[in-house]
């Protein structure tokens, strides 16, 4: 589907055409060059987000990667169309130890000016959003420690961010932070289990041993998700449940979220066994098994407990990235000793701008 292309020309200041020569006549010419503290700035400019700007950054436990997804916000000011040489969008990764922040390394997107237009709906095609995505082997904890560590992201245009410089601001660009999830592969029980039917280990060591860290080797480390409990209804329920003053249970989550795997399951695969030992799971917290079908039926998009932030293409990967945020401490089907719950993404595209949509796969 064709769509008009806007002909209005992009105002492109000096700063930004002539970034890389008013750089090389004063690395300080902006305020931000570390070492160069004693040039004055000519112009001081920090964290300019007119041009280009972080919209997601997040972590993928099971490739072992940081991602960060950013906007193009305009149609100019890049260093050419597609038939030149554009410029790059710089992003540095940090994780914060118990040491200060890691540099997790640099990555790096090539952009250029392309023409805004509208898509087939009449909405703006710009902001345009690419993702870059670092390795990031992360030390492998023991499951009974949750590790939620900060990351930072720090996108800059045209300039690499230097190593080792969590607090650097770009020029054009910006920062953003989150709490990541670290994959937890290391399972207590399958490497002390031999030994405490052995010898009563004593909790003190134990303790000791819950922040250990240590990096595997990955036929060891890989515990397939099939090896940890897959925990039932009833056993959610006496998780999630606690005693009220009439000695009855409440139930502190949504129930439709505590059995809507096993609910989803009854549909394809129902047996009379199955449907009497779920309602009798539920009912000791006051839920009827028939209603809350019916209510499961009746919810789509509810975004309480995770929510898509953005999605964006990794050039160089040549990959679509999703970026999610799990917004509760619970309500994921048991904890990292668990096998918990599988957070699903499907991706689709319309690369002819037709508003037909044709499914990639999922994640």
């Known amino acids: 589907m064709a769509h008009k292309e806007s002909s209005k020309a992009i105002r492109v200041e000096k700063t930004r055409s002539q970034f890389k020569t008013l750089l090389a006549s004063n690395p300080n010419y902006f305020g931000n060059a570390l070492g160069f503290e004693l040039l004055k700035p000519v112009k001081k400019i920090a964290s300019n987000t007119s041009y280009e700007e972080l919209s997601a950054i997040g972590y993928n436990p099971r490739r072992r990667e940081l ?119 290391f399972i207590f029980q399958k490497w002390f289990g031999a030994l405490t039917n052995v010898v009563e280990v004593p909790q003190n060591l134990i303790d000791a041993l819950a922040p250990v860290s240590t990096v595997l080797d990955e036929p060891e480390e890989a515990v397939a998700a099939e090896q940890l409990p897959v925990l039932s209804v009833s056993e959610l329920v006496d998780l999630y449940a606690t005693p009220t003053r009439g000695k009855k249970l409440k139930l502190n989550e949504d129930p439709k979220r505590v059995a809507f795997s096993e609910v989803t399951a009854l549909k394809s695969l129902s047996t009379p066994q199955a449907f009497s030992s779920l309602a ?84």
């Open 67 to 185: 991602q960060a997804t950013f906007d193009i916000k305009k149609s100019g000011g890049y260093g050419g169309d597609v038939c030149d040489d554009g410029t790059l969008e710089y992003v540095r990764f940090y994780v914060e130890t118990d040491t200060g922040w890691d540099d997790a390394g640099l990555a790096a997107a090539r952009v250029h000016d392309i023409p805004s237009g509208k898509d087939c709906v009449n909405k703006n095609e710009h902001p345009l959003s690419y993702s870059v995505t670092v390795p990031y082997a992360s030390f492998t904890y023991l499951c009974s420690v949750s590790r939620l560590p900060r990351a930072r992201a720090i996108l800059s245009w045209n300039n690499a961010p230097p190593a080792n410089q969590p607090d650097w601001k770009p020029v054009y660009g910006s920062v953003m932070e989150c709490n990541i999830q670290l994959d937890k592969r």
């Open 280 to 363: 009798n799971s539920l009912d000791v917290v006051g839920v009827n098994l028939s209603d809350l079908v019916l209510q499961i039926e009746d919810t789509t998009g509810n975004i309480t407990y995770e929510e898509l932030e953005e999605v964006g293409l990794d050039p160089n990967l040549d990959r679509l990235v999703a970026s999610f945020r799990v917004k509760k401490q619970t309500g994921f089907s048991g904890n990292f000793c668990t096998a918990g719950s599988t957070e699903y993404v499907a991706f689709w595209e319309d690369w002819d701008d037709s508003c037909n949509w044709r499914y990639l796969g999922t994640a």
